[in-house]
């Protein structure tokens, strides 16, 4: 059984950081790709951050230069490190696997709410 578990979501004032994890298990965590998506109210879902097997990383935008993803292979576990965190950054945040073999092989996490207010 595959489970993705997120944690590290809070609420937090405007520039401030927070770190989310991902812990993943039922899964050769070490060749999927791993990412993390966002969605506020009203809105679609949306990529967020990504890191493949090799530790190729792709980020939106929006969060360029404020957001690093990180994985720690040993511990099947993804991390997002965000700073400068801006209002518009409140979201819930899940977790995504995704294998290399087959896009019909993707797996989400529950999400965990970031709230970005003073």
């Known amino acids: 059984q595959v489970q993705l578990v997120e944690s590290g979501g809070g609420l937090v004032q405007p520039g401030g950081s927070l770190r989310l994890s991902c812990a993943a298990s039922?899964?050769?965590?070490?060749?999927?790709?791993m990412g993390w998506y966002r969605q506020a109210p009203g809105n679609e879902r949306e990529l967020v951050a990504r890191?493949?097997?090799?530790?190729?990383?792709n980020y939106a935008d929006s969060v360029k230069g404020r957001f690093t993803i990180s994985r720690d292979n040993a511990k099947n576990t993804v991390f997002l490190q965000m700073n400068s965190l801006k209002p518009e950054d409140t979201a819930v945040y899940y977790c995504n696997a995704q294998s290399p073999f087959s896009s019909a092989f993707s797996y989400w996490g529950q999400g965990t709410q970031v709230t970005v207010s003073s």
């Open positions: 039922g899964i050769r965590f070490s060749i999927y790709t």
């Open positions: 890191i493949t097997s090799g530790s190729f990383t």
